[in-house]
């Protein structure tokens, strides 16, 4: 009887690879290419190393899948995780330091579609990324394209799932309790935020009611005696760290009047608390969770 013949494993290797590139399941890397806010599309032939983030939030997301230890440079508002202060600051959005930020060699840098900085930093042959979610839906979409840029898809997916189970259980946890009229200030002139706009939708998961109309838009300049009139329940304050505290608030014409006012129910925030509220990232799930346990402090 003849033995069954063994192929060594050279051979066998050479045979999967063949049958491999026959089936097209063996190719060169392609490169990535996204679409960024501004509508360019931005290539890379490689998952970046060396990264530049002049967006907070971006930092807390390039974090969040798993790349920190990639980037090499940081704007001055990023401070989350803790760890990320041990970097360059390079700047801001709006001012960033050209220099500094080409010393450190960046194969990706992350800005603020709004900024301008694309301009300044694409001629100097940079590969830039330029975006900022808007809305909380377009968080996920971040979530997204700064997981494909940084090949890291599948912590993005994971990060996804994360991020919705949090604010759909804190939602849920909410649900059909009464909700109490909210108005958030961002700035005394006063500054809010619209129903639709990010911080505006989580006011509504978290299971208040905005007294802001959506025709206002998502960051509309208020009258002062819009506010009086719509006699808002809980009045948060964005601008607390900046010294707006409900004594400021009782010395306005008028607002004394207010039912937050006179009920006690202005919530100044720090200025870790504005943080997390102010920036569209990994942290949302914890910006719903500080909203709702204002709004409904029994339900926590």
């Known amino acids: 009887m ?15 690879i063949a049958l491999a590139l026959v089936s097209g399941t063996v190719s060169a890397a392609a490169p990535v290419v996204v679409v960024d806010d501004l509508g360019r599309e931005v ?18 997301t390039v974090c969040a899948l798993g790349a920190c230890d990639r980037l090499v440079g940081r704007d001055a508002w990023s401070d989350h995780p803790r760890s990320v202060l041990a970097l360059p600051d390079v700047g801001s959005a709006f001012a960033p330091d050209l220099e500094a930020i080409v010393a450190l060699r960046p194969d990706l840098v992350l800005v ?4 301008g900085a694309v301009e300044a930093l694409a001629p100097l042959g940079l590969v830039v990324f330029a975006g900022t979610p808007q809305r909380l839906e377009e968080v996920f979409d971040m979530v997204d394209r700064l997981g ?13 799932g994360r991020l919705r189970g949090e604010l759909d259980g804190v939602a849920a946890v909410v649900a059909g309790r009464p909700r109490p009229t909210v108005f958030y200030e961002i700035d005394p002139s006063p500054y809010s935020v619209g129903p639709d706009g990010f911080i505006g939708t989580l006011i509504e998961l978290a299971g208040g009611a905005n007294v802001v109309p959506p025709e206002l838009g998502d960051f509309p300049l208020v009258d002062p005696e819009f506010v009086v009139a719509a006699d808002p329940q809980v009045i948060v304050l964005a601008d607390a760290p900046y010294g707006i505290d409900l004594a400021a608030l009782r010395a306005r014409p008028g607002w004394s009047s207010i039912a937050a006012v006179r009920e006690g129910r202005v919530f100044e925030l720090t200025q870790a608390q504005s943080d997390v509220l102010s920036r569209p990232g990994p942290r949302v799930g914890e910006a719903l969770m500080l909203l709702a346990r204002l709004f409904h402090p029994g339900a926590f």
């Open 43 to 60: 290539r890379l032939a490689a998952a970046p190393q060396r990264i530049v983030s002049l967006v907070p939030s971006h930092t807390e």
């Open 112 to 115: 603020d579609e709004y900024s």
């Open 2 to 16: 003849n033995r069954p013949h063994r192929s060594s494993p050279v051979r066998v290797a050479i045979a999967a």
């Open 148 to 160: 494909r840029l940084l090949g890291a898809a599948t912590e993005a997916a994971l990060l996804q």
